[in-house]
């Protein structure tokens, strides 16, 4: 076999070969705006030698709009002495073809050390980019058909237990206890299906405040306790000056639970469960970074494989028996820790046990802290309430609830026949309203017309949708309570006993 040619030219040809085929080009920017291109790189762009005016002007123009800014700030890194840079950008050619190109560059410096220019080189990565794209869309529609396969199936379990058991009462026609405590569990676990989905979604409506995180697991471990049993030893390591959350404690007490039941079920009906609270300082010692306290699950349990970890946030994964869980709990943590704008960490190893860390951000107020675990009397004194609904059955049985309460309820379904009844009885003690109704009329226009009228009345609000606030006023959106549908009477009395006004 004959020796490779080492001639400089037949190696530089090469080269040129090699990036031709891979789609490389180079080029290199001096201070001055001119700009020098190989032919590789005026190809990629789709520019003939003679429309290349050799400026960074008229590279710029060449840009997508959308990332024109992006790639100018790069191309001003090197003043803060970085030596190189690396970037993604897409280019509209002269044909009208958007393609898109990743490019990595070094900066250029005289003997003083300061800078004089780029040099680097460009590559076309628009098919790896649709690739990548039909990948994460084939990804999005898999776990799209598994959620939905998964809501069907635990929703048409719900439903079958309601529509039994209701047939059942109007077949009899009698009252049954045993029936109706079956209805209203079923009711719960749809609402609690429909509450994991919105968490894994990052949709649930969070109402965060200040709190001592260490007085919730405190107030909640009695709770643990009563559900593990006495095999299992439950450890708190709750250290004093763990610092204030901001979050919404409710879902967290949710997320907590879900994960005890979790390491408890990894136990086998014996071990210890660990509940850990730890302050995770700054990444720099002073410095304004991101500061989180880590609210830690562990567990002395058979641990999770690497692949079972890994799938362990997925919804609907469980490797529980069927019928022993819904596999929404660890994705519910995650989405509601995360639209905390905080992080879920995940340690485990068969054999060694289980830990899932969640990360919430440091309360950087100064306000009150929260009293968690208020109880407050949870009947009315004879107020009178009007229900703005325009579902007449859900309107009547709210009625029929606020009665039970001990207030005095009465309903309508628009602002017409709001305003008017109002004026006629000279005012509401409260006012319970749907954020939106039909004919685009919304609860919180309505309120406001009647709180006009009548300043003291006082005001909560419901819905059925995902994200409330985004229907509310901004100087409602975190001020008024906010009921999601199905509520429970209890949550409804201690809404209206919390009510506030303008």
């Not at 290349?52 to 800014?69: A, K, M």
């Not at 009150?368 to 407050?376: D, R, V, Y």
């Not at 749907?434 to 006082?458: C, F, H, N, W």
């Not at 309570?481 to 809404?495: C, F, G, I, N, S």
Request: glycine letters at 8%; charged letters at 25%.
């Amino acid at each position: 076999m004959s020796e490779p040619s080492h001639e400089p030219g037949l190696q530089f040809k090469l080269l040129r070969e090699v990036h031709r085929a891979a789609r490389i080009g180079t080029w290199e920017a001096k201070a001055d705006n001119a700009l020098l291109w190989s032919d590789e790189t005026l190809e990629l762009f789709g520019l003939a030698r003679s429309e290349f005016r050799g400026t960074i002007d008229q590279f710029y123009s060449l840009i997508h709009v959308d990332d024109v800014e992006r790639v100018k700030l790069v191309a001003d890194f090197h003043d803060t002495g970085m030596s190189e840079f690396k970037s993604e950008y897409r280019i509209v050619r002269s044909d009208g073809e958007v393609r898109h190109i990743r490019q990595t560059a070094i900066v250029l410096r005289d003997a003083e050390g300061l800078p004089t220019g780029f040099s680097g080189v460009v590559q076309d990565v628009t098919e790896q980019v649709e690739t990548e794209a039909k990948l994460r869309q084939a990804q999005k529609m898999e776990l799209i058909g598994q959620l939905s396969g998964g809501v069907a199936h635990d929703f048409n379990n719900i439903l079958a237990a309601i529509m039994g058991a209701s047939e059942l009462l109007q077949y009899e026609r009698a009252y049954d206890d045993d029936l109706v405590d079956s209805i209203i569990q079923a009711t719960k676990r749809g609402a609690e299906l429909t509450k994991r989905l919105l968490a894994f979604a990052r949709k649930q409506p969070l109402r965060t405040e200040r709190f001592d995180v260490t007085q919730l697991i405190e107030q909640a471990a009695p709770l643990y306790d009563r559900l593990t049993g006495q095999d299992v030893r439950l450890e708190l390591d709750l250290p004093e000056g763990t610092w204030t959350i901001e979050a919404d404690p409710a879902p967290l007490e949710e997320a907590l639970l879900n994960l005890v039941v979790n390491a408890f079920d990894a136990l086998s009906g014996a071990g210890t469960i660990r509940i850990s609270c730890a302050n995770l300082e700054a990444a720099e010692p002073g410095s304004d970074g991101p500061e989180f306290v880590e609210i830690s699950v562990t567990d002395t349990g058979h641990g999770m494989s690497t692949e079972t970890r890994l799938k362990a946030t997925e919804p609907f994964f469980t490797t529980k028996p069927v019928g022993k869980g819904s596999g929404l709990g660890l994705s519910m943590v995650e989405g509601y820790v995360r639209q905390s704008d905080g992080f879920l960490r995940l340690y485990s190893q068969l054999g060694r046990g289980t830990q899932v860390s969640m990360l919430l951000p440091r309360s950087k107020t100064q306000g009150p802290i929260a009293e968690l675990g208020e109880t407050g009397p949870r009947s009315g004194a004879g107020q009178t309430v009007l229900v703005i609904d325009d579902n007449a059955d859900l309107a009547q049985l709210l009625v029929r609830q606020l009665s039970n309460l001990n207030y005095r309820a009465t309903s309508v379904a628009n602002a017409a026949a709001a305003i008017e009844l109002t004026k006629r009885e000279g005012g509401f003690d409260l006012v319970l309203a749907d954020v939106l109704l039909s004919d685009g009329e919304r609860g919180p226009d309505i309120a406001a017309q009647l709180m006009a009228l009548y300043p003291k009345t006082k005001t909560v609000f419901m819905t059925g949708y995902s994200s409330p606030a985004e229907h509310l006023p901004d100087e409602m959106g975190e001020e008024f309570t906010v009921l999601r549908k199905p509520t429970a009477v209890d949550e409804l009395a201690k809404a209206l006993q919390s009510a506030k006004g303008l």
